[in-house]
């Protein structure tokens, strides 16, 4: 199993949702985050005075597939996500060595 995490804009979350279902992806986890990468933040004007924002509102989705699909979901994410701006965002892969289903106690693949 593989834990795939994508770090994206925030207006493409409908568009990751609907790729991610289409592919047969139950569930997902998704927090609102910030930070930043190489666009180093930037500057907004308020009231007229410029200020500096260093950090960048992102939505962070996690989701846990079987090995033979992790590839299949990075290139739905990177599909939907891509904007061609600076600032699109991660995907990340990471190996999952256990995982349990609280309410029914099935473990592993069957409790994705």
């Given at each position: 199993m593989k834990l795939v995490i994508a770090i994206i804009k925030p207006f493409k979350l409908d568009d990751v949702r609907e790729a991610l279902t289409t592919l047969g992806v139950e569930g997902m986890t998704v927090s609102e985050v910030k930070g930043y990468g190489r666009q180093?933040?930037?500057?907004?004007?308020?009231?007229?005075a410029e200020y500096a924002v260093n950090f960048v509102p992102k939505v962070k989705?996690?989701?846990v597939v079987n090995d033979e699909a992790a590839e299949r979901a990075v290139e739905a994410i990177q599909?939907?996500?891509?904007?061609?701006?600076?600032?699109d965002g991660k995907i990340f892969v990471l190996d999952v060595g256990h995982a349990r289903r609280i309410r029914t106690g099935e473990?592993?693949?069957?409790a994705v």
């Open positions: 180093k933040g930037h500057t907004e004007i308020y009231r007229g989705i996690e989701i599909e939907a996500a891509k904007t061609g701006q600076i600032g473990a592993d693949q069957e």
